[in-house]
């Protein structure tokens, strides 16, 4: 039984303050609701305040990514110690935003300045192992573009990246994994992609573990879906058979809406 995930994404919002707001506000509104696992991924600055605010509440807490080294000299990353030491259970790797993959940026990034986001399949494979080996749950994101989607890559492209990621990592590791499937297009923009559709391409990765992987990691493996979950439709892609959470931007941002997609997520834990 795959229990829902739902989490969300803080991305660049909320200072410390602002976090333990949220929590003050979202932990009530989500009492009475069970048979969902609900996660908070604020920034790195806010992962501690938030893991105080959030004690004995149910709620788990990620962290936005990790690098894939245990220390030494990498200004500016973050190991996936540290986020451990910090309260993590869970840690998202390989977002399309880290590996320069947004939908819309300004005209003034050039390929020079989107370098800085610069993960690919193979750093993904790498911090997804050492966010195993230091007893993470890794989020793993991937996703096709609008162009991609358009050129009818959209298979081929999540195929490539779900077979990048998870290269070399052993079965039993796969089966607790979390795999989030973003369309790069849905993404911050309000264009949900197709209930069905999103359906469709969770079952496609499904099937790809179960074929490289076995039976146990496909069944177990939980696959969410993300890009502009909101209220209104959440309840529509949590119906979905093989759809197991959301993977919650904006929405996750206001104490009410993201308790509403919580409560989508019990909603269909509790018809399995
Ligand atoms: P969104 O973001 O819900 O704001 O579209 C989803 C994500 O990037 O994880």
Redo the contacts with the bound molecule.
């Keep these: 039984m795959r229990v829902p995930l739902m989490a969300g994404?803080w991305?660049m919002y909320k200072t410390q303050g602002e976090a333990a707001k949220f929590v003050a506000e979202f932990v009530p509104l989500i009492e009475d609701v069970s048979g969902v696992e609900a996660a908070l991924c604020p920034p790195f600055t806010a992962l501690a305040a938030t893991a105080e605010a959030l004690r004995g509440s149910g709620v788990s807490l990620g962290a936005q990514d990790c690098f894939w080294e245990e220390q030494g000299a990498y200004t500016g990353q973050v190991a996936p110690k540290m986020v451990v030491d910090a309260g993590c259970k869970y840690v998202i790797i390989g977002?399309?935003?880290r590996r320069g993959r947004f939908g819309q940026v300004p005209g003034d990034w050039t390929p020079q300045v989107r370098a800085l986001f610069g993960d690919n399949d193979a750093t993904v494979n790498r911090k997804a192992k050492t966010a195993l080996a230091a007893g993470l749950t890794p989020i793993i994101?991937m996703g096709e573009t609008a162009d991609e989607r358009d050129r009818g890559e959209t298979d081929t492209i999540v195929r490539r990246q779900l077979a990048g990621a998870l290269e070399g990592v052993p079965a039993e590791q796969v089966a607790s994994l979390v795999i989030?499937y973003?369309p790069v297009w849905?993404?911050?923009?309000g264009r949900t992609c197709a209930a069905s559709e999103a359906n469709r391409v969770i079952g496609l990765i499904r099937a790809a573990v179960r074929e490289t992987f076995g039976a146990a990691p496909g069944a177990g493996i939980r696959i969410q879906y993300?890009?502009?979950?909101?209220p209104d439709n959440a309840a529509e892609i949590m119906r979905q058979p093989e759809i197991d959470g959301a993977?919650?931007?904006?929405?996750?941002l206001k104490p009410a809406d993201f308790a509403a997609i919580v409560a989508a997520g019990a909603a269909r834990a509790a018809r399995m």
């Design positions: 994404n991305k977002h399309s935003e994101c989030a973003e849905a993404i911050g923009t993300g890009g502009s979950v909101k993977l919650v931007g904006g929405a996750s």
